[in-house]
């Protein structure tokens, strides 16, 4: 038996879910780290705060813009926020996994990041990453 989810695909829907139970998809970039897969992200977006309320999520296999495929299963996972030595880990298995395309986002986000400082837009925010873990 195959594993529903491993490094060979190149993104996942993550879904959360609001207070509401109102699901919310979201295209992501991810890397199996051990028994778990590792998502960046912002810290204060709102699947961060979904998260925060509601650990519960699920995945499915899609393409760049969240387009899943009619075969592709719906995965329940359990998601938790991490931050400093784990959120590094998560954002160096990523860029491993993606390489070039992640080194020119890297360089994108650190001028944006620049710009925003310069115009005093700093939020200095510490760095966020998402693990989750498939469930039975």
């Not at 359990?78 to 395309?101: M, Q, W």
């Amino acid at each position: 038996m195959t594993a529903p989810l491993s490094n060979k695909e190149k993104y996942v829907s993550l879904v959360t879910f609001r207070r509401d139970g109102t699901a919310v998809p979201s295209p992501v970039w991810f890397a199996a780290m051990g028994d778990e897969f590792g998502v960046i992200t912002e810290t204060n977006v709102g699947k961060v705060k979904r998260i925060r309320n509601n650990p519960q999520v699920t995945v499915q296999v899609c393409d760049m813009s969240g387009n899943v495929s009619v075969d592709s299963p719906v995965l329940s996972a359990t998601a938790r926020l991490v931050t400093g030595d784990d959120a590094v880990r998560v954002r160096k298995a990523v860029g491993k996994k993606y390489g070039p395309v992640y080194v020119a986002f890297s360089v994108y986000w650190t001028f944006s990041t620049l710009f925003d400082k310069l115009r005093g837009r700093d939020k200095h925010d510490p760095e966020t990453a998402i693990l989750f873990r498939l469930t039975a």
